[in-house]
Nanobody, 125 residues
């Protein structure tokens, strides 16, 4: 059974940092682009960051550029989202996702075939 499990969410004050981790099991995702999305109550799921399957290309939403960094460890089959200088508007459930093998690192949720259950991030002002 393929699973993506996020961890590292929590409550943090504005200006603080959190490190989200996404662990894959059931298969390896070394050939898959990986992404992070988030969703706040009453809002659509939105793109946060993505990384190519080789790991050399990254893309970010404008709202997180310069504050968030996505990386991957193919040996550990994990993807990391380092979030710095957090703002209250970053509050959301964060989801890890895996795209199709050898696909592009997309900012479109429908391009991702596998999803985790999400981890809550709450940033207090």
């Amino acid at each position: 059974q393929v699973q993506l499990v996020e961890s590292g969410g929590g409550l943090v004050q504005a200006g603080g940092s959190l490190r989200l981790s996404c662990a894959a099991s059931g298969r390896t995702f070394t050939s898959n682009p990986m992404g992070w999305f988030r969703q706040s109550p009453g809002k659509e799921r939105e793109f946060v960051a993505a990384i190519s399957y080789i790991g050399g290309r990254r893309r970010y939403a404008d709202s997180v550029k310069g504050r968030f960094t996505i990386s991957r460890d193919s040996v550990k089959n994990t993807v990391i989202l380092q979030m710095n200088t957090l703002k209250p508007e970053d509050t959301a459930v964060y989801y890890c996702a895996a795209g199709e093998s050898y696909g592009l690192e997309s900012d479109v949720a429908s391009r991702y075939a596998y999803w985790g259950q999400g981890t809550q991030v709450t940033v207090s002002s």
